[in-house]
């Protein structure tokens, strides 16, 4: 018996990365798994991955940006499954442009926060109805150490912050609903944005590196748990989709190797 038997989860952006990663987890604990993804090409080799390893899975496109997309995504995951138990968001990301507040342009602002805290709402607000009907069940939010911390990306930091408060006011709405929501805050995990973004960089590769490298060496010293492979996010996640996480509601767990505690200084990355 797997600790996810006969439930369906609803995951968005799990074409990649800690979501990609979280649907293989749910599959391997027995949940069947809807999906949700933007990009065509990596939402149906995800799809693929999770039904060569036995399990029952649903890709469906969708802009988790946009009301009417989210609501199909949703209802196309029902007519599957019959059902929805979990509801992961993790679709978000950042902007190279999101910069100081008084220099960001208005479309970055806009765009960062559509990605990473409205569509959640409209992820929740199309999903929840069928976490009660079916009795209850786990809402998992994914945000980030910098939402507890700040950032130099403030667009970025804001949504993730959000994110936090979100999660909380879900979990004091639908309590009555028998629906727990938390959130997880990871440090730095390595996705494939990030590996594309952060390794292999001219900067890090110097002979004698700069001040930006410098500071990812000395925080790989003070923080050696922070950085992280998406089947350890994903860990958590299946923790908090399963009964054995009952007693956790309204809560984030800062799987961050303690930058979010006991910050010392902070390098800049997202």
């Not at 949703?74 to 499954?81: I, M, S, T």
């Not at 929740?124 to 109805?129: A, D, N, V």
């Not at 959130?183 to 960089?201: C, D, F, L, M, V």
């Not at 961050?256 to 902070?266: I, N, P, T």
Request: hydrophobic share 45%; net charge positive.
């Amino acid at each position: 018996m797997g600790k996810l038997d006969n439930k369906v989860a609803f995951l968005t952006g799990a074409g990649a990365g800690i979501a990609k990663a979280t649907a293989l987890a749910f599959n391997r604990g027995g949940a069947k798994v809807a999906i949700i993804e933007l990009n065509a090409e990596t939402g149906k080799a995800a799809e693929r991955q999770v039904r060569e390893a036995g399990g029952e899975a649903l890709f469906v496109e969708t802009d988790v940006t946009q009301d009417d997309s989210v609501k199909r995504a949703v209802a196309a995951a029902v007519a599957k499954f019959g059902r929805l138990d979990i509801i992961m968001n993790c679709a978000g990301g950042s902007l190279e442009e999101d910069v100081a507040v008084h220099e960001m342009d208005l479309k970055v602002w806009h765009h960062t926060i559509n990605l990473n805290l409205l569509h959640p709402f409209l992820t929740c607000r199309h999903g929840i109805p069928h976490l009660i009907k079916a009795g209850g069940g786990s809402i998992i939010n994914i945000t980030s150490h910098l939402g507890l911390m700040g950032s130099v990306k403030p667009a970025y930091a804001a949504t993730k912050g959000g994110i936090i408060a979100f999660t909380r006011t879900l979990a004091a709405q639908y309590v009555q609903h028998n629906i727990r929501a938390n959130a997880i805050a990871p440090g730095s995990i390595r996705t494939e944005r990030q590996i594309k973004r952060y390794e292999n960089k001219d900067y890090l590769l110097a002979e004698k590196p700069g001040p930006a490298a410098r500071a990812r060496m000395v925080a790989q010293k003070l923080y050696p748990f922070s950085r992280g492979e998406p089947g350890d996010v994903a860990a958590i996640a299946v923790f908090l989709a399963s009964d054995e996480s009952r007693m956790l509601t309204g809560t984030t767990i800062a799987a961050d190797g303690g930058r979010s505690s006991y910050l010392r200084f902070y390098t800049g990355e997202d």
